[in-house]
């Protein structure tokens, strides 16, 4: 099954590719991906390019983003326009931002990410602040200049990547890396786009939070961490499910989960303690000395 669906996307890819030769840029949709010099992100430039999207790719490395440029706009002939930017920065938020605002935007995908996997004590406090501001504060800004032109169209799609790790806070397992920062960052990024889904139901816009666990990407290595004798998934089936998800109406997409029900059965534990807590008015009994 696995193969004809990698099979099917070839040939719509394919046949993307060479109907957008006779596009204009006008008419072409334009997507912003961040994070697209490599591994999810360059897998999600590498598949909206080939469905015939003129793209901005976001990086902080030029020179891979002048290498993606010019591979794309060879296959598929669309228009890849590179900014180099760190969106851990006040001066790389603005550039983008101003980018995300562009009317013509009809897609915006956020995979600009880091780790700084360690114990929150060891983490030194510019690196949580550094996280801060790319996992979370980067992507709202990002997200909020894009959204009012899908809106005002009815038309648009926001992806952004988050974690398997978002459902770990309970998990105690030496296995798993220290990671409160991180997580927790990508912890706001699953609530706010499910929120977001909830508010503009009704607007035409897609919205969607990707949850992976480990990918084969530079991501684990950047970390020191050696996980090559761990199964993992490449960039492109993440990006698969993605797509694939939208369609269906997935908000939160999990690419390795089988059993959909286990993602229903959460969402239904928060709302049964939401609703436990808001019933009665009173101090809960517990606290009562």
């Known amino acids: 099954m696995e193969d004809r669906r990698h099979e099917h996307t070839h040939i719509r890819a394919t046949t993307a590719g060479k109907e957008v030769h006779s596009m ?151 296995n798993l890396p220290r990671r409160a920062v991180y997580t927790a960052s990508k912890a706001f990024l699953f609530t706010l786009i499910r929120l977001l889904a909830i508010e503009l139901r009704d607007a035409g816009v897609r919205l969607q939070v990707v949850c992976p666990g480990i990918v084969r990407t530079e991501f684990h290595t950047r970390q020191n961490m050696d996980l090559s004798d761990r199964p993992r998934l490449e960039p492109e089936q993440v990006v698969q499910a993605s797509m694939v998800g939208l369609e269906r109406g997935e908000v939160v997409c999990i690419p390795t989960l089988e059993e959909a029900e286990r993602l229903d059965r959460h969402a239904r534990a928060e709302l049964d303690v939401l609703m436990g807590g808001m019933q009665i008015t009173a101090l809960a009994g517990r606290y009562l000395s």
Do not use: W
């Open 24 to 174: 204009t840029t006008k008419t072409r949709p334009l997507a912003l991906v961040t994070g697209s010099s490599s591994g999810i992100g360059q897998a999600y430039a590498e598949r909206l390019a080939a469905d015939g999207h003129d793209l901005v790719v976001v990086a902080r490395r030029g020179d891979r983003l002048a290498d993606l440029r010019q591979r794309l706009e060879s296959q598929h002939g669309v228009r890849v326009s590179p900014m180099v930017a760190d969106l851990s920065t006040e001066a790389g938020m603005r550039q983008v931002d101003a980018a995300a605002a562009d009317p013509r935007i009809e897609v915006v995908v956020g995979c600009a990410g880091l780790a700084h996997l360690m114990s929150f004590l060891d983490l030194p406090a510019e690196k949580a602040e550094e996280l801060v501001k790319l996992d979370v504060l980067a992507p709202v800004r990002l997200i909020r200049s894009a959204l009012p032109g899908m809106v005002e169209r009815g038309k648009g799609t926001v992806i952004t990547v988050a974690s398997q790790l978002v459902f770990s806070a309970t998990a105690d397992n030496p």
